[in-house]
């Protein structure tokens, strides 16, 4: 397991950005512990509706808010009140701007040292998505949305929650310059080949013929911030929207969740279009698994022993390290980079290739 600094990514161990905390059915049964960024975290929603993300700990004996489902006040869903949330152990509750606004059977005022810090969070496609920012400025661009998620002949998965993988970002961002591991890892050799970088995307066009298909696979990928992969997949005539989605753990240690769309002739999807959808994401998440095998197993590459035709790998990290760098330092790593970037042994993909899925 490698660490941030390791990579020499920047000044900060964790990146800026959205990611993925939990999906937004998990707080259907109440508050949800989280652990990211090397940190803890409690995540309800309030009885309005909204969603509240503070500091796990309350600050008079530290109880963490969202972990003791067997405590009184939990069991019997009294935790949480309006937009506020009651500490398991004592009760001192904490409002959704992570105040301390009530301790039971105290008259006093409530002691400012004791409020929370609060994070940003979204709904967002079935996920909650929370901003992270080590500088704790507001966020820099809006997380992803499809309207395919909306619409009716789109059929949309349930997230695959694949757990933990000791292993730094950094390993699972270099597949996107990865043109020449799609046959050996994936059976899928690419006829074309291109990254683009703009700003806080990194977008990768690729296509060729896919023996475990036995069809031709097109892919239109790309990354929204650090860590939210969407990829527009056509195989043959059937066409799905893959997502895959990581957030650091702690350093050096990342979560990973995956889901798939799969597109239908009709607005009225049948029981068999949806076995389809299910077959489809099946397919893709083994597709997945094969990079997850490889990811699980080897060691860290600190320094890729990169060939001639290999030079978007350097690309790809120099983008990634605009989140690992205060924001002010932002344009200098797009200076670098902006543009399309294509292997000198894969040609441009036409128009077509770019309207994967569309």
């Known amino acids: 397991m490698a660490k941030t600094s390791e990579y020499k990514l920047g000044e900060f161990d964790f990146p800026?950005?959205?990611?993925?905390?939990?999906?937004?059915s998990e707080l259907d049964e109440g508050p949800v512990?989280?652990?990211f960024f090397g940190k803890d975290f409690a995540l309800f929603r309030g009885e309005s509706g909204r969603l509240i993300c503070l500091d796990a700990h309350c600050k008079h004996m530290g109880a963490h808010l969202a972990s003791s489902s067997s405590a009184s006040i939990a069991s019997h869903g009294e935790q949480i009140e309006g937009d506020a949330i009651r500490c398991p152990y004592h009760g001192w509750r904490y409002n959704h701007n992570g105040e301390l606004d009530d301790i039971?059977?105290?008259?006093?005022?409530?002691?400012k040292a004791a409020n929370?810090?609060?994070?940003?969070?979204?709904?967002?496609?079935?996920?909650?998505?929370?901003?992270?920012?080590?500088?704790?400025?507001?966020?820099d661009y809006d997380p992803p949305h499809l309207p395919e998620w909306d619409m009716p002949n789109w059929v949309n998965g349930?997230?695959?929650?694949?757990?933990?993988l000791n292993t730094h970002p950094q390993e699972i961002l270099d597949n996107m310059a990865d043109s020449n591991h799609l046959g050996p890892t994936h059976g899928s050799p690419c006829e074309y080949f291109e990254n683009e970088f703009k700003g806080h995307v990194y977008r990768q066009l690729q296509g060729g013929f896919r023996r475990e298909y036995d069809a031709s696979l097109r892919t239109d990928t790309w990354y929204t911030g650090p860590g939210l992969l969407i990829s527009r997949q056509s195989i043959g005539d059937i066409n799905g929207i893959e997502f895959i989605f990581h957030t650091p753990v702690e350093d050096g240690v990342t979560r990973v969740w995956h889901n798939n769309l799969y597109k239908t002739a009709t607005d009225t999807p049948s029981a068999e279009d949806v076995?389809?959808?299910?077959?489809?994401?099946?397919?893709?998440?083994?597709?997945?698994s094969q990079d997850f095998d490889i990811w699980a197993n080897k060691v860290p590459a600190l320094q890729i022993m990169s060939l001639p035709i290999e030079t978007n790998f350097q690309r790809g990290r120099v983008w990634y390290r605009q989140f690992y760098n205060p924001r002010s330092q932002a344009e200098e790593f797009?200076?670098?980079?902006?543009?399309?970037?294509?292997?000198k042994h894969k040609e441009k993909p036409n128009q077509a290739a770019r309207e994967v899925g569309r």
């Not at 800026?16 to 937004?24: D, K, L, Q």
């Not at 929370?116 to 966020?139: A, F, R």
């Open 16 to 24: 800026r950005g959205w990611f993925m905390v939990c999906e937004a």
């Open 33 to 35: 512990p989280l652990r």
């Open 104 to 111: 039971p059977d105290y008259d006093g005022p409530c002691p």
């Open 116 to 139: 929370l810090n609060t994070y940003l969070v979204k709904d967002v496609m079935g996920s909650i998505m929370m901003w992270h920012d080590p500088e704790g400025g507001e966020p």
């Open 158 to 164: 349930t997230y695959d929650h694949l757990g933990t």
């Open 275 to 288: 076995a389809a959808a299910r077959k489809m994401q099946d397919e893709v998440l083994a597709a997945f």
């Open 334 to 343: 797009h200076k670098k980079n902006t543009g399309q970037h294509v292997p």
